[in-house]
């Protein structure tokens, strides 16, 4: 299936390896390292630690905390390559969103049913130079607990075979808008290794999420 298909049949959930190219690459830098950039460093003092945790191979998903939309150019930036997140559906309705996710290498996903489509492409991003990112959470949480959390992040490390890189976010909760007046901490864990029980890899992202936010845990029942 090639990216006109889906356009012509109005389905984003699957990206061939060729869709990952370096118009996109150039296009998601300019956006994460120039614009968001300047503003992470200017207005919210960005820090990063743990950087030596990153692999040097893609043979991993980026699993953060989600706090605002703030957070996935911010995991761009500071990983510094090509990242690949999963986006709802809906948002591909909306014309304007659609080109700016298509552009930034984003593919859609049905939280209620992962589609055959969404882990083909998952295993075509493995073939590039881009690593794919979802937040565990499904959405945005404000209350300082990491809770609620979908299987489906765990179900793909198991299934690709690969390691999750958790990243602790804090700071993109709140809106700053004046020079320095905002403190954006991202923590890079190290890798949690894929096994055969989701529970356990689901509960390990937990525990180090905790670890790397001061935010609590809530395993779901």
Not at 110 to 114: L, Q
Not at 131 to 147: A, H, N, S, W, Y
């Given at each position: 299936?090639?990216?006109?298909?889906?356009?012509?049949?109005?389905?984003?959930?699957?990206?061939?390896?060729?869709?990952?190219?370096i118009w996109r690459r150039i296009f998601l830098f300019l956006v994460t390292h120039v614009f968001y950039m300047i503003r992470f460093k200017l207005v919210y003092r960005l820090e990063v630690q743990g950087r030596e945790n990153i692999p040097k191979d893609n043979n991993f998903l980026i699993a953060a905390n989600h706090l605002s939309t703030l957070d996935p150019p911010l995991v761009c930036a500071v990983m510094n390559r090509g990242v690949a997140y999963m986006a709802k559906k809906e948002l591909f309705d909306n014309i304007f969103l659609r080109w700016w996710l298509n552009w930034l290498g984003a593919f859609a996903v049905?939280?209620?049913?992962?589609s055959v489509s969404t882990m083909k492409t998952v295993k075509a991003i493995k073939k590039t130079n881009w690593?794919?990112?979802?937040?565990?959470?499904?959405?945005?949480?404000?209350?300082?607990?990491?809770?609620n959390l979908t299987k489906g992040f765990a179900s793909i490390a198991k299934s690709n075979k690969c390691g999750i890189l958790p990243i602790g976010i804090t700071g993109t909760e709140v809106a700053k808008?004046?020079?320095f007046s905002g403190k954006i901490i991202?923590?890079?864990?190290?890798?949690?290794?894929?096994s055969d029980n989701l529970d356990e890899m689901i509960e390990k992202w937990g525990q180090s999420i905790q670890d790397l936010t001061g935010f609590k845990y809530i395993p779901n029942m």
């Open positions: 299936m090639s990216e006109k298909t889906n356009k012509n049949n109005g389905n984003h959930d699957y990206r061939e390896p060729k869709f990952y190219n049905d939280r209620e049913h992962v690593v794919l990112g979802i937040f565990p959470q499904g959405t945005r949480q404000l209350d300082g607990e990491i809770k808008r004046l020079p991202v923590k890079i864990g190290k890798v949690i290794p894929y």
